[in-house]
């Protein structure tokens, strides 16, 4: 199955639910296919990591795992966020490709 997560907060509990769900939906089928759209505030999720929000191991353990994150490289460059091997610049037509191509899509 494929599964798109769209994040748009950088409320710190709001990204590392999010990113428990993106983990646990690529534990639950080895088969599914999850990515994860980071738009607006949520690109700058790296800032919201803490003791008590393990943010950062939980993006890297989602991609370590088969799981894709694609960030808006428009408020990437409103923020001097750069690309890197955990987060991918994309654009509005990656989400509009996410949402045709997902079976199923959760936004937080």
């Known amino acids: 199955m494929k599964i798109g997560i769209l994040i748009s907060t ?12 993106g983990n646990l939906c690529l534990n639950m089928d080895y088969e599914n296919e999850v990515t994860i759209f980071l738009n607006a505030k949520a690109t700058a ?3 919201a990591d803490s003791e008590k929000f ?5 993006a890297k353990s989602f991609v370590l795992g088969g799981g894709k994150i694609i960030g808006c490289q428009k408020s990437m460059g409103f ?3 750069e690309g890197n091997e955990i ?8 989400l509009y490709e996410l949402l045709i191509d997902s079976d199923k899509f959760v936004c937080f």
Do not use: S
């Open 79 to 81: 923020r001097g966020i």
């Open 54 to 58: 393990n943010i950062k191991e939980l």
């Open 45 to 47: 999720y790296e800032k």
């Open 87 to 94: 987060c991918q610049k994309g654009g509005q037509k990656d």
């Open 10 to 21: 950088d409320d710190p509990e709001t990204l590392w639910n999010a990113f428990r769900f």
